[in-house]
């Protein structure tokens, strides 16, 4: 049974160390080489590419500061953390509602959460780029009520997409937290005088946090490295950590700063799980 | 002493779907009472007191409160409490929250709530857990507190759900003289619902049998358990023996019968209008054995026997039928009757009933 613990799960370590570890190893290798002339890398070690996100040269070959990278990183958390904030607000009465039906309509609602999953997230963003254009149902509403200039190519439209496209993964866990609450503490609440309101704010909503939490990790996470949203509804004119990523590697040819800004983005996602972590931690200890 | 009407139940029906939950429902509730709804699982106790905590609207009829009309209103705006099965209480606040979240929503003062809340913990002997979580109190605890919670905000009348099912045996006992203490001190009504006749006979100042989604008879513990008003409720109540009877004649509130014994006897009925078939209640406490049998005598042969401690049950095997006797085993050594052995029975006319059929 020894051997088995420990062949069984060679395996999985096989698998991780092959499309995590050793991606995760080159990457950061890169990221501290040389440009190589006609794109790719030369193997040399320099940080050139983590102070190109701080600073750039100017005309006269001195580095200054220069924000419009830092720019972009904020852009990105502020983005991440809307598109988290409004999936919350919205998730919370949908999942609500879902967990208060029958058996039978609580699966059907379910479902039907999880079915834009099942249409690529290509189409799906092109689909709003449709709706939001100057000729699509929001594109023209927003015209007739005497809005101006079009409604694609901004953070706005960036923000739609995102929300749209990582609801589920913020509904889902709230569902399960609301529906493993105990229907007698809301009517506990309502036979203590409290409107829905009161219940929700004060026995629905500290009850079901640990959803929420688990909630924003799985949207918050992605969110930060979109590039499909940022790509279609930005415009590619709105840059984000994502598309930064994908223009270095891509149209730029600046590998090893692509890849000082991944690590960056991934060093990010990392404190954030940390901090849930301890969170969560500190949270075990009290109860 | 006339006594105000707290609760006030008229024709009320309740479906679900096309199930009848409760059908044409009145009944009335005195102020400062201990009512019981008592019943088997399904009979529509527990649908009637959500209906009285607004947790459901009748179908039809009407529901008042203290001379209002309440049947539409939302739970949070009704003037009743209700202590919940599995005591509902807010995993995430501490007890003294949890007492006083009732009395924030009130709108009552700081200091009010205060008070309000060290006073209510007092009652309950558990003020020295008032800071802490429901995770951390025992079953009888929760309840106290559960209790507490639900008679802060000074309800007109206190709702209980079979509050004390989920407790273990030693502890039910306890707690039940520690509500009807707890009634008597408060003055509150207090409407309880439980399938279980012994708690419901113990504490309750009047008890409703329900039965089919009908009230099948309101009565005092006593009237409900001697004068049964049908088959139901005397088959639901306690133990007793049917017996088969053919009723000679009927006048006013007696009748007298031919039994499956032989003789007749003459007795209270209920729910009879003339000759014809009818069935005899015989509790096995009223038929006296050998030394103690008296009025009309027959004789049968022991077939079975359950020693309970207190009293022994037998079932004897007579020639109109198998009977249950119970008999206490009294002061000394009480006398016991072996299998097999030939014993005289007898019961009196007066602790038999007649019910219909």
């Known amino acids: ?287 | 002493m006339t006594r105000g009407k707290a609760v006030e139940v008229f024709n009320v029906t309740k479906r679900f779907g096309d199930y009848l939950a409760l059908d044409q429902v009145s009944f009335t509730i005195h102020e400062n009472e201990f009512f019981t709804l008592l019943g088997p699982s399904g009979c529509g106790k527990t649908t009637l007191l959500r209906m009285i905590a607004g947790f459901e609207t009748p179908s039809e009829g009407a529901i008042s409160l203290f001379g209002t009309e309440i049947a539409t209103l939302p739970p949070h705006k009704r003037h009743v409490n209700t202590v919940f099965q599995s005591y509902a209480l807010f995993p995430h606040m501490t007890l003294e929250q949890n007492i006083a979240f009732g009395l924030e929503n009130l709108g009552w003062d700081k200091a009010r709530r205060q008070a309000r809340v060290a006073e209510m913990l007092e009652m309950v002997h558990m003020t020295p857990f008032a800071r802490r979580r429901p995770a951390q109190l025992s079953g009888g605890q929760r309840q106290r507190i559960a209790l507490a919670r639900a008679l802060a905000p000074e309800p007109k009348v206190l709702l209980l759900d079979e509050p004390l099912s989920a407790l273990d045996l030693k502890l039910r006992q306890a707690m039940r003289d520690e509500l009807r203490e707890l009634q008597r001190m408060t003055g509150i009504t207090f409407i309880f619902v439980t399938h279980d006749q012994d708690e419901a006979l113990d504490m309750s100042d009047r008890i409703c049998v329900l039965g089919k989604g009908q009230i099948q008879q309101i009565g005092t513990p006593s009237e409900i358990y001697e004068e049964p008003e049908n088959r139901f409720v005397a088959d639901f109540i306690g133990e007793t023996n049917f017996l088969e009877a053919e009723v000679i004649a009927v006048e006013g509130a007696t009748a007298r019968v031919r039994t499956a014994f032989g003789f007749e006897i003459t007795t209270f009925q209920k729910g009879l209008t003339g000759p014809g078939r009818a069935t005899l209640s015989l509790r096995p406490e009223k038929i006296g054995m050998e030394d103690q049998a008296a009025g009309n005598l027959l004789t049968g042969t022991v077939s079975a026997k359950n020693y309970m401690g207190g009293y022994t049950h037998y079932t004897v095997d007579t020639p109109a039928g198998v009977l249950r006797v119970s008999r206490r085993n009294a002061v000394s050594q009480a006398q016991s009757y072996e299998i097999g052995r030939e014993v005289r029975l007898g019961f009196r006319d007066d602790s038999a009933r007649v019910l219909a059929q």
Do not use: H
Request: net charge positive; charged share 15%; aromatic share 10%.
């Open chain 1, 1 to 287: 049974m020894r051997g088995f613990r420990f062949w069984g799960l060679v395996p999985a370590w096989g698998l991780m160390v092959a499309t995590l570890m050793v991606p995760l190893v080159i990457v950061a290798l890169v990221s501290v080489a040389e440009r190589g002339a006609y794109g790719g890398f030369a193997w040399a070690f320099t940080l050139e590419p983590y102070k190109e996100i701080l600073f750039s040269e100017d005309w006269d070959g001195n580095l200054v500061f220069d924000p419009k990278y830092l720019a972009i990183i904020g852009r990105t958390l502020a983005l991440a953390a809307a598109t988290t904030a409004i999936c919350m607000a919205l998730a919370l009465p949908v999942a609500y509602v879902i967990a208060t039906r029958t058996p039978r309509m609580k699966a059907a609602l379910i479902y039907l959460v999880t079915l834009p999953f099942w249409v690529s997230m290509i189409v799906r963003v092109y689909a709003w780029l449709i709706i939001l254009g100057n000729d699509g149902v929001v594109g023209r509403a927003w015209a007739a009520l005497g809005g101006e200039g079009t409604l694609l190519f901004t953070s706005g439209a960036m923000l739609v997409g995102m929300v749209y496209s990582y609801i589920p993964l913020m509904v889902l866990p709230v569902f399960a937290a609301i529906e493993k609450l105990d229907p007698a503490l809301l009517e506990a609440g309502a036979d203590l005088y409290a409107s829905r309101w009161t219940t929700a704010r004060r026995v629905i909503l500290p009850l079901t946090w640990p959803g929420l939490a688990a909630g924003a990790i799985l949207v918050f996470v992605p969110a930060l490295g979109t590039v499909l949203e940022p790509m279609l509804l930005g415009g590619g004119k709105q840059m984000m950590m994502g598309t930064l990523i994908q223009s270095q590697f891509g149209g730029a040819r600046n590998w090893p700063f692509g890849a000082a800004v991944a690590l960056v983005l991934m060093a990010m996602v990392v404190l954030v799980l940390i901090a849930n972590a301890r969170r969560a931690m500190r949270k075990e200890a009290r109860a």
